[in-house]
T-cell receptor
Framework: DQQVKQNSPSLSVQEGRISILNCDYT??????FLWYKKYPAEGPTFLIS?????DKNEDGRFTVFLNKSAKHLSLHIVPSQPGDSAVYFC????????????FGSGTKLNVKP | GVTQSPTHLIKTRGQQVTLRCSSQ?????VSWYQQALGQGPQFIFQ???????GRGNFPPRFSGLQFPNDSSELNVNALELDDSALYLC????????????FGAGSRLTVL
């Protein structure tokens, strides 16, 4: 029973264009969401987060959008750079129960020079 | 950061394995995740103040320890082929928003 889903296993984007990675969740109790980036042979590294009281959070080239009614979040990367090529995981949890996060299966982003 | 050992290991079915994790300085909470091939990390359990503080859908043969210096061990008994995976340790501080800092993982292969 996957509570967090990333339906696109891969995405290819030209350098300088926008990358949009999508994530859906099923549990309405989730109120805290994160994106992690993972390079080969490294652990996932935290990228950006958003709580359910917001619908947008921005950090430099990275913006996360949350649509609570649709139980959908997306990560926008603008402009995309070749160094952004990695696997991106979205994760969800409950703000009053931070001991457990649910992860999607990841989207492999390839940014072509 | 978070360091894990060993990086790779091979075991046979029925054996036991211990994986180790040193948490990031200042972090007092350690979580363990299993990442099977092509999947996202799946929560195994978390330790805070040496006590298990939440557990995912894993059988009791998965157990853990947290030591006074907040380092941790993951023990798996009676290994099964499906236990082959990348095991990720993540540390965090138990205050406010909980961003996990992950290690690079231990790749376990069960033959």
């Amino acid at each position: 029973d996957q509570q967090v889903k990333q339906n696109s296993p891969s995405l290819s984007v030209q350098e300088g264009r926008i990358s949009i990675l999508n994530c859906d969740y099923t549990n309405s109790m989730f109120d805290y969401f994160l994106w992690y980036k993972k390079y080969p042979a490294e652990g996932p590294t935290f990228l950006i987060s958003i709580s359910s009281i917001k619908d947008k959070n921005e950090d430099g080239r990275f913006t996360v959008f949350l649509n609570k009614s649709a139980k959908h979040l997306s990560l926008h990367i603008v402009p995309s750079q070749p160094g952004d090529s990695a696997v991106y995981f979205c994760a969800a949890g409950e703000a009053n129960n931070f001991n457990k996060f649910y992860f999607g299966s990841g989207t492999k982003l390839n940014v072509k020079p | 950061g978070v360091t894990q050992s060993p990086t790779h290991l091979i075991k046979t079915r029925g054996q036991q394995v211990t994986l180790r994790c040193s948490s990031q300085s200042g972090h007092n909470t350690v979580s363990w995740y299993q990442q099977a091939l092509g999947q996202g990390p799946q929560f195994i359990f978390q330790y805070y103040r040496k006590e298990e503080n939440g557990r995912g859908n894993f059988p009791p043969r998965f157990s853990g320890l947290q030591f006074p210096n907040d380092s941790s061990e993951l023990n798996v008994n009676a290994l099964e082929l499906d236990d082959s995976a990348l095991y990720l340790c993540a540390s965090s501080s138990n205050s406010g928003a909980n961003v996990l800092t992950f290690g690079a993982g231990s790749r376990l292969t069960v033959l």
